[in-house]
């Protein structure tokens, strides 16, 4: 079975400092990982994924995430947070053959100005 | 490109009742995946539909089901609601199965209120 934690429900970020919201999965064999960011009432927009390669994958809107796959993490960074950045944000993980994307229960991020 | 779509977009049901939610996905993609969300047990995955064809399901009762037609649209049925059906019922499509790790894309959601 694959799982993904994410074991913060809230992170406080002041504007224009760095921000990192953390992630760590399981899943058999190479791992698929994605991160999804969901405003208010809104579906999930893609933001980030790794498949294989570079380690720091980077994605939308200056996100970037960086795989480790000794501690099986795959934590998502901004260097310098936007009041913009709040949201809720998702860590998603999939493993070859799977057919099921299995998400986090989703971190809060909250980007004071 | 047009986005993934979703209709209806709020719907209200009375428990013991049925519902269809569609989903039109990005044109030319022929997966799609439907996911419940929910306050307390989050995104959790329903099913995926590649071809026509049920790829997957999550760990859901048989009251939820699902088609795929073959201009790639798609709908969810939930049969006999339960207040605890309560949700915003994502899809999302993707080019290929999910089992070649493509990315997918999401609609705006169908949020279901069951009283």
């Known amino acids: 079975a694959q799982s993904v934690a994410q074991p913060e429900d809230q992170v406080n970020v002041a504007e224009g400092n760095p921000l990192t919201v953390k992630c760590t999965y399981s899943?058999?064999?190479?791992?698929?990982l994605f991160w999804y960011v969901q405003y208010p009432n809104r579906g999930l927009q893609f933001l980030l994924k790794y498949i294989t390669g570079d380690n720091l994958v980077k994605g939308s809107y200056g996100f970037e995430a960086e795989f480790n796959k000794s501690q099986t993490s795959f934590h998502l960074k901004k260097p310098s947070a936007l009041v913009s950045d709040s949201a809720l944000y998702f860590c998603?993980?999939?493993?070859?053959?799977?057919?099921?994307?299995?998400f986090g229960k989703g971190t809060k991020l909250s980007v004071i100005p | 490109k047009a986005g993934v779509t979703q209709t209806p977009r709020y719907l209200i049901k009375t428990r013991g009742q049925q519902v269809t939610l569609s989903c039109s996905p990005i044109?030319?993609?022929?997966?799609v995946s439907w996911y419940q969300q929910t306050p307390g047990q989050g995104l959790q995955f329903l099913f995926e539909y590649f071809s026509e064809t049920q790829r997957n399901k999550g760990n859901f009762p048989g009251r939820f089901s699902g088609r795929q037609f073959s201009n790639s649209r798609s709908e969810m049925n939930v049969s006999t609601l339960e207040l605890g059906d309560s949700a915003l019922y994502l899809c999302a499509s993707s080019l290929a199965s999910l089992g070649f790790q493509e990315t997918q894309y999401f609609g705006p959601g169908t949020r279901l209120l069951v009283l």
């Open positions: 998603a993980v999939t493993g070859a053959g799977s057919y099921q994307l299995t």
């Open positions: 899943v058999s064999g190479n791992p698929y």
């Open positions: 044109s030319g993609h022929r997966s």
